[in-house]
C-alpha cells in the first residue's frame, strides 16, 4: 500500500512471465496471500493451543467478526474522509450516538430501511455541525469535536425523554424494539445482514471515489494543500465541508447498525468508545480504506473472540508472538535495523510467551481492552511510518496562506 | 488608541464571548423547551430561586471543586498544545489507588490526607507519563494514545486491583478511609458571614486545594522561566528548542504535570464525603474539565467562572424535576450549546483581535520604507 | 500587437496598507514582461488580482482588448492566465499528474477522471515545451527546478496564454535560472504572454523584453529592456542608489572566538550530511558560507546550536561546548538569527516583549533566578524597539502584527543586546526589503567592528560577497573551497556551489 | 454508565394478574388529608428506565392512588455526583425519602444521620457503617429466586447445558449466579452451567451493553446452552434478540430467562416467545409497603428482607412454558421457605 493511488493500483504486469516480486507489488495479489497466510497461522495456533479453543476460526466467529466490525469500519471510513478532506473529527462518537438515536427512531416509524437513512442523516448533522465550526470558523479541530462529543449524548437523551418515553417499550434511555435490516444466508458465515455487505461494499466505493474521481481529486487536495486547490479555483471550503458531512454520515451510519444489526434496539451509551476506535482503525489503516477495513477486521475478531471464547483470547497471544516475531526478523534484516526496532518486538514476544505459560486464561477485563492495547502497539511501531494528509488538523483559511 | 484603552476593550470582548455563550443556551435551551411544552419562563424561575438559595451555593460549590481541577489539568495542556484526553483515566486511576493506600496506613491527620494525595498525583503523573513518553520516544499522537490508556486504565488496570478487593454491602469497592484521612468541611467560612447552611451539607475543605492548584498554574506559568519555557513550546516548538527548551522534556513535564493535578479530581469527593471508592465514584469529570477548560480560555480565572457555571447548571437543575417544571436534560443541552457557542465565539473574537492588532501596527508604520534603515 | 492584459488604476487596500494606489500596467501579446520593484510595492498583490484571487478595490481590467470581471481563478483561468507561485502550490503526496489536472480534471462524465487521456495530454504538452517530468512520479521527490516544471505544464495544462510567474529564480542555483530562462523562450516562441517579477535586476535585463516598476504600490514607469541599465533600473525602484551591503577595511583580529572541527553529522542512508567539517571564525570576522539549498548549511547550524546531535568539536573562546544544551550554549554567548524567522524565531501570537526574551529568558535582564522578570523584561524590549527602529504601536502588540521587516528588526535587536561572542546568522536579510535589508548589513557591520565573530549562512550572493571576509563554499555536506570575496565574482562562486568548477578544476 | 442492576419494567405491567405474587397492599385507603409526602432520588437514569427506578415509582404510584400520599421525585446528575445532595433536598421537605439502589447505601445513611426525625429506607442497600435508627435496608433474596431460575432451567433444558450472563462482575449479581447455579445442580448434579460477565467494575457499561449481551447470548447456544438466564440489566435484551435468532436460524428452539419483572409482558412481541420464565424480584412492593407503613406510623427501621417468603422475590409464568413444571417449582419454593433447601449467596 502505497501512498501512489495513480500508479500501483495499475493492471497486473506484463501477461505470459510470472514475476513472483512484481505480483507481490500488485495489491490484488499480496491481499489473499496475507489473509492465506493469517489463516494458517491462527489454524496453527489453534492446534498448538489445543484444546483451548475452537473459536479462532469457527464459523460462528468469522461472522461475530464481521458483526463488529462493521461499526469500527464506519467510523474509521469516515474519519478517513474527514481527514483526507484536512479535517480531524474526533467526533466521531459524538456522531455515532446521534446515530444510534436517529436510525431508532427513524426505524420504529418508517421501519429498518429508511430508518437507517435517517440514522445516517443524524450523524451527517453532527458532520455539519463540526463543519460550520472547523471550516468556516476556524474552531480547533479537537475542540469542535470535544464539544458535539459532549453535546450529543444530552441531545439524544433529552429527544428520547421527549419522544421514546411515548413508545410502549420505549423510555429516556431506550427506544422500542427495532427490527433488522433483514440478512441473507452464506456459506461459513451464516446469516449476514445486507448492512453489512453495505458497509463493505464502503470499501471500494470510498477508494475508488477518493483516487478516481474529480470529486475526490479535489477533497484529498484539500486535506494535503488547500491552498494549492484554491489557486486552481477549487472551492476547499465546500471539499471540506463535503468530507466532514460524509465522515458524520458514516458515523450515522453505524450507529444506525448498532441499533439495528447488533442490538435490536437503542439504548443509551451503546456506541461505548466505537467511534475512538473507529479512529484508532482508520490510523491503523494509514488513511487509507483497505487498510482501514483490514483494521476493522483484527478489531472485530478480537471484539468477537472476547465475547465468545475467553480461552481463544489466550490463544491469541500466541499468535500476537508470531506477528512480533516476523516484525523483528523483518526489521533485522533491513538495513536500517536499530537495536530498539529490532529489540522492542523480540522482548515483547517474549514477555507475552512467558505470560502465555504461566497463566491459563488471561484475565477478563484484559479482552475488553484487548483492541485499545492493540492500537497504541501498532502506534508504537509504525507511528513514524504512518503518513497522515499533510492538512489534517490545520486551520485553513482562504487568503491567510 | 492608547494601549489601556484598547487593552480594556480587548478584556470586554474577551468577557463578551463567554457571556454570548450563555445567553445563546438560554436561547436554544427556551426553545426547546418550548416545543417539548414546557413553559422555560417557569423553568428559568424556579432554577434562579432554588440556585440562589445558600445550600444550593454550598452544593454547587462542591460541584465545582473537582471540575475546577479538572479544567486546570486540562489547560496545562492545552498551553502546550497538548491535548490531555486522558484526564479521565488520570483521575480514575489515581483515586482508586489512593484510596487504596488510604484504608491501609493509619497516620495522624493532616499526614495522611498529605500521602494521599501524594499518591493520589504520582499515580496520575504516572498514568500521563506513558503517552508522553510514547510520543517523544516514538511520535505517536498524544489524542489517540490518551482515548485509549482511558479505556486501558479503567477497565484492564483498575479492574485487575479492585478485583483483589473485599467488597462491602452490594457494592464493590474499596473499605472505607480511616477518620484521620477525611478533609473536614469548612461550614465555618461560611458562618462568619452568614447563618448555618444546615444539616447535610458541607463546603469541602478540599476548596483551598482547589485555590492553591489555581494559584500555582497562574504563578508557574506566567511568572516564572519554566512557565515561559512551557508557553513558548506549545506557542512555537521550533523557535522554542532554539532558544533553549528542549522540547521533548517540555512534553513530558507538562503531560506530566497535568497528570499530577489530574490525581487530584477525585479526592475532593472522596476524602470529602464519600470516604471509599466504589460504584458511587464519579466518573466522566475528566471530559467535563476539557469543557470546562475551553470555556474558561485555559486562564485560572476563566475556568473558575467555567467550573461555576457547571456546577451552578448541576446543582440547580434537579429542582426542574422535583417541581415537575420541566425535564432535567434541559441542562445537558445548555451545557453542550454553551461550549459550542463559546469555543466558536473566541475563534471569532480572536480573528477581529487579530485583525485590529495588523491595523493597528501597520498604522505605525509608515507605508514607504526607504528612510528604515539608519544606522542605531 | 494588441495589449495581452491592459490594468487601469487598480487599487487594493489591506488594513493599513495600501498595497496597489491607482495602477497602470499594460502587456503587450507575446513579450516577455518583468515586473520589478523592493518588498511590499505591492507586485503580488497586482498579479493576485489579475488571477482572480483577490479582488481590486478600484480600476479596471481588460484581457485580449475584452473588459473582463474576475471572481476567482476559475475566471482567470477560463480566460488563458495562469500564474506559477512564489511559494510552490503542490501537494507533495499527489503524483505529478494529480497535481496538474488538479481543478480542471479531464474526465470520462460523471466526475469519473480520465487519466490515460490527462497523462497524454501531459506527455504531449511537456514534449511541445521541451519542458522534462514525468506524470506519476510524485512530487516529494522532485527537485525545485522539477517542481517549477511542474508549475508551468500545470498552467499550460488549462490552456494559459498568459503565464504569470511570481519570483521564479529565488529558488534556483544560476544553472537551473539558464534552464527556466530557456523554456521562457520556448514558450514566448510557441505565442505564450510571460509575465515575470524578479528582484535581480542583471536577470531581468537579460530574459525581459519589457520591463515595469512598481513602487510603495504605484507604478514608476516601463522600460524596454534593451534601453534601461540595472542602475537605472535601481533608481526607480527606490527612488535613490541602491544600497550596497560591501563591509570596507576588515576588522578582522587574531583572536578565534570560534572553532569547529571535524563537525559531522550522520545521515540516513549511511552518507553524512555534515561530513567533517573545520571551521575557524575569528574575533571581528565574518566568515560567509555559501552553497544551494539543501547541501547541509540548515544542519550545520542546528549542530552549532545543539540542536542536533554531531560528532566533532565545537569551541566556544577555547572552551569545548560540543556537550552542551542549547541553553547552556546561548548562555556563554551563541546568538542566532534564523533563516526562517516565523519557524524558528518568533511566537506569533504572543505580545511583543516576550518575543523578545526569547533565546534569552533565562538570564538578567530577563529572569532572576528561576522567576521572570516582567519590569526587566520589558525595559530591554522597549531597548530593542526603540534602538533598533522597529516600528510598532507598543510591546504588548502580537509579533504577527508586525511586517516581515520590523520582525527581523526585533530579532536582531534581541540578539545584539545579549552581547553575543558569536553570532550565527541564517538568511538574515530573507524576504525584507531593500531598506530594511540596508538597516540589518548596517547592524552585522556594526557587530563586526565592534568584535563579533559571525557565521553568516546567505542565498543572496551579492550579500555574501559583500559582507564576508572569509567565504566557504558547502557541496553535498563538505567544504569544498575557501574563497577570497574580494576576487570572486558571484558567477564563480555559483559555478563552485554547483560542483561545476570542481570538476574544471579550478584551485581554491 | 447505568448502574442499576437489573431489568425492564414499565409501571403498569409490575403487578400482572398471572404472576404468583400477590400485592401485598393493604386495601384500605386512609383518607387524602392525613397522608404523607414522600421523596424519591431515583438512581442516575431516572424514572422511565423501565427497569428499577420504573418498578420503584410503579410502588410509589400505587401509594399515590391507593394512599393519597404526594411524593416528589429527583435523579442525579448523569455521573452519579450528587446522590446525598438530592436526598438531602428531599428531606428538607418530606417525612420519608427512598433512594433506589445499592449506591445509594453510604450516602442515605449519612444523610439519616444527620436528619434525625425523617425516615429513610434504602433499596438493595446496605451501608459500611452501622446503619442510622431512621434507615430501613430494603433487600431482596435474589440467590432464591434465581434458584428456582437454575432449577426451572435444568428441569426444562434438554442439553444438559445452560448458562449465566451477568452485566457486570459485583457482589449482588455473583449472588443470582450462586442462586442459579445452585437451583441447577439441584435438579441435575451433572449440568453444565456456562457463566460470563459483561464487564469488571470499575467499568459498569455491562448492564447497558445489549450489543454484547447478545455476542454471549449466541456464543453460548453455539456451545450447546439452550436456555440462557440473565441479570445484566439493558443488555438483557441482548439476549432476547439472540434466542430469537438462533432459533430461526434453523437449528434447534433455544430459550432465555428475564429478570426482575415478568419480561413476558413488557419486551416487544417479537422475542417474548422466546423467554421461558422471569425471575420476580417485586421493588414496588417493597416501596409501597414501606410508605404504607410508615403511613399509618409503623415504619420498620433496620433489615426488611424480601425473599420467597413474603413473595419478595418468585417467578412468572406468563406464556404457559413452565405450566409442566410448576409443580415442581411450587415444592422446592415451599422447601425453600421452610428451610429444607439452604440456598447459597456466594458460588461453592
Ligand atoms: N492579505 C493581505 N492582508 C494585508 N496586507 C497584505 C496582504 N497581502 C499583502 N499585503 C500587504 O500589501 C503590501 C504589498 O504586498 P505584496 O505582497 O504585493 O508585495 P510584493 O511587491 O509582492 O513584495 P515581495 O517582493 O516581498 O514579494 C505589503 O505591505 C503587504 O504587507
Ligand atoms: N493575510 C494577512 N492578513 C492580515 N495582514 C497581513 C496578511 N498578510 C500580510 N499581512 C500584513 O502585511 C504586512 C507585511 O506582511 P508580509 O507577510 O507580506 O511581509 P513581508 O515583508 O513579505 O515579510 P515576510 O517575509 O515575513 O512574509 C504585515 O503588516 C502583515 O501583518
Ligand atoms: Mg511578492
Ligand atoms: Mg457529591
Keep these: ?401 | 488608541m492608547t494601549a489601556a484603552r484598547r487593552s480594556r476593550s480587548e478584556l470586554l470582548l474577551g468577557f463578551a464571548a463567554p457571556v454570548a455563550a450563555v445567553l445563546i443556551a438560554l436561547v436554544v435551551a427556551s426553545i426547546v423547551l418550548m416545543i417539548s411544552g414546557s413553559n422555560p419562563l417557569d423553568a428559568w424561575a424556579s432554577m434562579w430561586e432554588f440556585g440562589t438559595r445558600l445550600e444550593t451555593s454550598v452544593d454547587a460549590i462542591n460541584r465545582a471543586v473537582p471540575l475546577y481541577i479538572a479544567g486546570i489539568a486540562v489547560a496545562l495542556g492545552f498551553r502546550m498544545n497538548l491535548f490531555n484526553i486522558g484526564v479521565e483515566g488520570q483521575y480514575i486511576l489515581a483515586a482508586l489507588v489512593a484510596t487504596e493506600v488510604g484504608t491501609k496506613i493509619d497516620l495522624p491527620g493532616p499526614l495522611h490526607v498529605a500521602v494521599i494525595v501524594l499518591v493520589a498525583m504520582s499515580v496520575g503523573a504516572a498514568w500521563a507519563a506513558v503517552p508522553a513518553i510514547l510520543k517523544v520516544t516514538r511520535g505517536v499522537n498524544e489524542v489517540i494514545a490518551t482515548i485509549m490508556l482511558n479505556a486501558i486504565g479503567v477497565s484492564f488496570v483498575a479492574a485487575e486491583l479492585l478485583g483483589r478487593w473485599d467488597s462491602a454491602g452490594q457494592d464493590t469497592r474499596t473499605a472505607d478511609i480511616g477518620e484521620s484521612g477525611h478533609v473536614p468541611g469548612i461550614n465555618w467560612l461560611l458562618e462568619i458571614f452568614t447563618r448555618d447552611v444546615g444539616k447535610g451539607r458541607e463546603l469541602y475543605g478540599f476548596l483551598f486545594v482547589a485555590i492553591a492548584v489555581g494559584i500555582g498554574y497562574h504563578v508557574l506559568l506566567t511568572r516564572t522561566v519554566f512557565g515561559y519555557d512551557l508557553r513558548a513550546s506549545g506557542a512555537n516548538p521550533s523557535a522554542a528548542e532554539a532558544s533553549g527548551v528542549p522540547s521533548k522534556r517540555m512534553i513530558l513535564a507538562a503531560m506530566i504535570g497535568s497528570g499530577a493535578i489530574a490525581g487530584l479530581i477525585g479526592l475532593p469527593d472522596i476524602l470529602g464525603e464519600l470516604y471509599h471508592y466504589g460504584g458511587d465514584f464519579s466518573q466522566g469529570l475528566g471530559f467535563l474539565g476539557i469543557a470546562v477548560a475551553l470555556l474558561g480560555r485555559n486562564h485560572p480565572g476563566g475556568i473558575v467562572a467555567a467550573a461555576l457555571i457547571f456546577g451552578y447548571l448541576d446543582a440547580s437543575s434537579p429542582i426542574l424535576e422535583v417541581e415537575g417544571d420541566a425535564p432535567r436534560e434541559i441542562v445537558t443541552i445548555m451545557k453542550g450549546v454553551i461550549i459550542f457557542a463559546a469555543v466558536v465565539a473566541y475563534a471569532v473574537t480572536e480573528r477581529s483581535r487579530r485583525r485590529r492588532q495588523v491595523a493597528a501596527a501597520a498604522d505605525a508604520v509608515p507605508t514607504t520604507s526607504t528612510e528604515i534603515g539608519a544606522n542605531p | 500587437m494588441t495589449a495581452a492584459v491592459e490594468l487601469q488604476g487598480i487599487t487594493k487596500r489591506f488594513p493599513g496598507v495600501v498595497a496597489n494606489d491607482g495602477v497602470t500596467f499594460s502587456v503587450e501579446s507575446g513579450e516577455i514582461h518583468a515586473l520589478c520593484g523592493e518588498n511590499g510595492a505591492g507586485k503580488s498583490t497586482l498579479m493576485k488580482i489579475l488571477y482572480g484571487m483577490q479582488p481590486p478595490d478600484e480600476g479596471t481590467m481588460s484581457v485580449d482588448g475584452r473588459p473582463v470581471h474576475l471572481r476567482s481563478p476559475k475566471d482567470a483561468i477560463a480566460l488563458g492566465i495562469g500564474m506559477v507561485h512564489q511559494h510552490f502550490m503542490l501537494a507533495d503526496n499527489f503524483t505529478v499528474l494529480e497535481n496538474i489536472i488538479l481543478g480542471s480534471e479531464p474526465s470520462k462524465g460523471a466526475g469519473v477522471l480520465d487519466l490515460t487521456a490527462a497523462r497524454a495530454r501531459v506527455e504531449e504538452l511537456s514534449r511541445a515545451y521541451g519542458l522534462d517530468i514525468h506524470p506519476d512520479q510524485v512530487v516529494e521527490d522532485l527537485e525545485v527546478g522539477e517542481r517549477q516544471r511542474v508549475e508551468i505544464i500545470k498552467v499550460l495544462f488549462r490552456g494559459a496564454r498568459i503565464l504569470i510567474l511570481d519570483e521564479p529564480t529565488a529558488v534556483l542555483v544560476p544553472d537551473e535560472v539558464d534552464e527556466l530562462f530557456r523554456n521562457l523562450r520556448e514558450l514566448k516562441a510557441n505565442g505564450v504572454t510571460v509575465i515575470f517579477i524578479d528582484h535581480k535586476l542583471d536577470e531581468v535585463l537579460e530574459i525581459s523584453d519589457r520591463i515595469t516598476v512598481l513602487r510603495a504600490g504605484r507604478t514608476v514607469g516601463t522600460r524596454d529592456a534593451g534601453s534601461v541599465t540595472a542602475a537605472e533600473l535601481a533608481e526607480m525602484m527606490v527612488g535613490s542608489e541602491l544600497p550596497s551591503p560591501a563591509t570596507g577595511e576588515t576588522t578582522v583580529t587574531d583572536s578565534v572566538a570560534f572553532a569547529v572541527r571535524g563537525l559531522t553529522i550522520a545521515g540516513d542512508g549511511g552518507r553524512a550530511i555534515v561530513d567533517s567539517i573545520d571551521m575557524t571564525v575569528r574575533r571581528g570576522e565574518v566568515v560567509g558560507v555559501a552553497g544551494v539549498e539543501g547541501n547541509g548549511q540548515a544542519e550545520l547550524i542546528e549542530a552549532l546550536l545543539g540542536l542536533r546531535h554531531a560528532q566533532g568539536t565545537i569551541e566556544l573562546d577555547g572552551t569545548d561546548i560540543s556537550h552542551w544544551s542549547v541553553r547552556r550554549r546561548r548562555n556563554a554567548g551563541l546568538g542566532y538569527i534564523p533563516e526562517d524567522r516565523h519557524r524558528r524565531g518568533l511566537m506569533l501570537d504572543a505580545p511583543l516583549w516576550e518575543n523578545a526574551m526569547l533565546g534569552h529568558q533565562a538570564r538578567s535582564p530577563n529572569a532572576r533566578g528561576i522567576w521572570i522578570d516582567r519590569a526587566g523584561a520589558r525595559g530591554r524590549t522597549e531597548e530593542i524597539v526603540e534602538r533598533y527602529d522597529v516600528r510598532t504601536p507598543n510591546i504588548d502588540v502580537t509579533a504577527r502584527a508586525l511586517s516581515g521587516g520590523n520582525q527581523q528588526k526585533l530579532i536582531i535587536g534581541r540578539e545584539m543586546l545579549a552581547e553575543p561572542k558569536v553570532l550565527i546568522a541564517a538568511h538574515p536579510t530573507r524576504g525584507i526589503d531593500v531598506g530594511a535589508q540596508a538597516s540589518v548589513w548596517n547592524l552585522l557591520r556594526q557587530a563586526r567592528r565592534d568584535g563579533l565573530a559571525v557565521v553568516l549562512v546567505s542565498a543572496d550572493l551579492d550579500e555574501l560577497i559583500g559582507l564576508s571576509d572569509t567565504l566557504v563554499v558547502m557541496l553535498r555536506g563538505r567544504l569544498v573551497a575557501t574563497l577570497d570575496p574580494a576576487r570572486v565574482t558571484p558567477r564563480e562562486l555559483g559555478s563552485w556551489m554547483t560542483g561545476a568548477a570542481l570538476d574544471t578544476g579550478d584551485a581554491a | 454508565g447505568d448502574d442499576d442492576d437489573d431489568t425492564t419494567a414499565p409501571a403498569d405491567t409490575t403487578a400482572p394478574a398471572d404472576t404468583t405474587t400477590a400485592p401485598a397492599a393493604a386495601t384500605t385507603a386512609p383518607p387524602a388529608a392525613s397522608a404523607i409526602s414522600v421523596g424519591l432520588v431515583y438512581d442516575t437514569t431516572g424514572r422511565g428506565d423501565q427497569s428499577f427506578n420504573d418498578a420503584a415509582a410503579a410502588g410509589g404510584d400505587q401509594a399515590t392512588a391507593e394512599l393519597g400520599v404526594e411524593f416528589s421525585e429527583a435523579t442525579p446528575n448523569a455521573d452519579g455526583s450528587n446522590r446525598a445532595e438530592l436526598l438531602q433536598l428531599q428531606a428538607d421537605t418530606n417525612p420519608l425519602v427512598f433512594g433506589i439502589g445499592f449506591l445509594f447505601a453510604d450516602e442515605i445513611n449519612g444523610v439519616a444521620l444527620a436528619n434525625p426525625t425523617v425516615n429513610f429506607a434504602v433499596v438493595d442497600g446496605v451501608p459500611t457503617e452501622d446503619p442510622a435508627p431512621n434507615l430501613a435496608l430494603l433487600l431482596f433474596a435474589e440467590h432464591e429466586g434465581s434458584f428456582l431460575m437454575g432449577a426451572a432451567a435444568a428441569l426444562k433444558s434438554e442439553t444438559g447445558t445452560i448458562g449465566f450472563i451477568g452485566g457486570v462482575n459485583v457482589d449482588l449479581i455473583k449472588k443470582f449466579e450462586a442462586g442459579f447455579t445452585a437451583g441447577a445442580q439441584y435438579i441435575n448434579p451433572d449440568i453444565e452451567v456456562l457463566a460470563e460477565y459483561i464487564t469488571q467494575p470499575p467499568d459498569f457499561t455491562g448492564f447497558n451493553s445489549p450489543d454484547r449481551g447478545k455476542e454471549i447470548g449466541l456464543s453460548m447456544y453455539d456451545d450447546g446452552a439452550d436456555i440462557v438466564y440473565a441479570a445484566a440489566g439493558g443488555s438483557g435484551g441482548g439476549l432476547f434478540e439472540a434466542a430469537k435468532e438462533f432459533s430461526e436460524g434453523g437449528d434447534s428452539k433455544v430459550w432465555a430467562i428475564g429478570v426482575d419483572s415478568d419480561q413476558y409482558n413488557i419486551v416487544d412481541p417479537a422475542v417474548r416467545d422466546y423467554i421461558l420464565t422471569s425471575m420476580l424480584k417485586r421493588v414496588d412492593v417493597a416501596v409501597f409497603n414501606t410508605i404504607e407503613a410508615a403511613n399509618s406510623g409503623a415504619f420498620v427501621p433496620g433489615f426488611n428482607i424480601f425473599n420467597l417468603a413474603v413473595d419478595g422475590v418468585g417467578y412468572s409464568t406468563s406464556g404457559g412454558f413452565v405450566d409442566d413444571i410448576t409443580g415442581d417449582l411450587e415444592d422446592i419454593k415451599a422447601k425453600i421457605i421452610s428451610g429444607e433447601i439452604v440456598v447459597p449467596e456466594t458460588l461453592a
Excluded at chain 1, 490484488?28 to 489453534?46: C, D, K, N, S, T
Excluded at chain 1, 429498518?112 to 437513512?117: D, Q, Y
Aim: overall charge positive; proline content about 5%; glycine content about 14%.
Design chain 1, 1 to 401: 500500500m502505497s501512498e501512489r493511488g495513480l500508479t500501483d493500483a495499475a493492471l497486473p504486469g506484463s501477461p505470459g512471465r510470472v514475476d513472483l516480486a512484481h505480483l507481490w507489488k500488485q495489491r490484488w495479489f499480496r491481499w489473499p496471500v496475507f489473509a492465506l497466510g493469517g489463516m494458517i497461522v491462527l489454524q496453527l495456533v489453534e492446534w498448538i493451543a489445543d484444546p483451548e479453543s475452537e473459536e479462532l476460526l469457527s464459523g460462528g466467529q468469522a461472522g461475530a467478526m464481521l458483526r463488529w466490525s462493521v461499526p469500527l469500519l464506519l467510523a474509521g471510513l469516515g474519519g478517513m474522509f474527514a481527514e483526507r478532506a484536512g479535517i480531524v473529527n474526533i467526533g466521531l462518537e459524538g456522531m455515532m450516538v446521534l446515530g444510534t438515536w436517529f436510525g431508532a427512531w427513524g426505524s420504529v416509524k418508517y421501519g429498518p430501511v429508511i430508518g437507517t437513512a435517517i440514522g445516517l442523516l443524524g450523524g451527517a448533522l453532527g458532520g455539519l455541525l463540526h463543519a460550520i465550526a472547523t471550516v468556516s470558523f476556524g474552531v480547533n479541530h479537537i475542540i469542535s469535536a470535544v464539544a458535539i462529543n459532549i453535546m450529543a449524548p444530552g441531545v439524544t437523551r433529552f429527544l428520547a425523554d421527549e419522544i421514546f418515553s411515548g413508545y410502549a417499550g420505549g423510555s429516556i434511555s431506550q427506544s422500542p424494539r427495532v427490527a433488522s435490516f433483514g440478512s441473507v444466508e452464506l456459506p461459513v458465515l451464516d446469516r449476514v445482514s445486507w448492512l453489512t455487505i453495505i458497509a463493505f461494499a464502503f470499501v471500494p466505493l470510498a477508494w475508488y471515489v477518493l483516487w478516481r474521481t474529480r470529486f475526490g481529486l479535489r477533497l484529498r487536495a484539500a486535506g494535503e494543500h488547500p491552498s494549492a486547490g484554491d489557486s486552481l479555483g477549487v472551492n476547499v471550503y465546500r471539499y471540506q465541508y463535503a468530507g466532514v458531512v460524509i465522515s458524520g454520515a458514516l458515523a450515522g451510519l453505524a450507529g444506525s447498525f448498532i441499533v439495528t444489526e447488533l442490538t435490536g434496539i437503542y439504548r443509551e451509551g451503546q456506541t461505548n468508545g466505537r467511534g475512538f476506535i473507529g479512529l484508532a482503525t482508520m490510523i491503523f489503516g494509514n488513511w487509507r480504506p483497505g487498510g482501514t477495513a483490514l483494521g476493522a477486521l483484527l478489531f472485530g475478531y478480537a471484539d468477537g473472540l472476547q465475547l465468545r471464547d475467553r480461552d481463544g483470547v489466550h490463544a491469541l497471544l500466541l499468535v500476537g508472538v508470531v506477528v512480533l516475531a516476523v516484525l523483528a526478523l523483518r526489521r533485522a534484516l533491513s538495513p536500517k535495523r536499530t537495536v530498539v526496532e529490532v529489540g522492542l518486538p523480540a522482548v515483547i514476544a517474549t514477555l507475552i510467551v512467558v505470560w502465555y505459560l504461566l497463566r491459563d486464561t488471561v484475565p477478563p477485563t484484559f479482552n475488553q481492552v484487548t483492541p485499545h492495547i492493540l492500537t497504541l502497539v501498532v502506534l508504537v511501531f509504525s507511528a513514524g511510518r504512518l503518513r497522515p494528509p499533510k492538512g489534517a488538523g490545520q486551520i485553513w483559511r482562504k487568503g491567510e496562506h
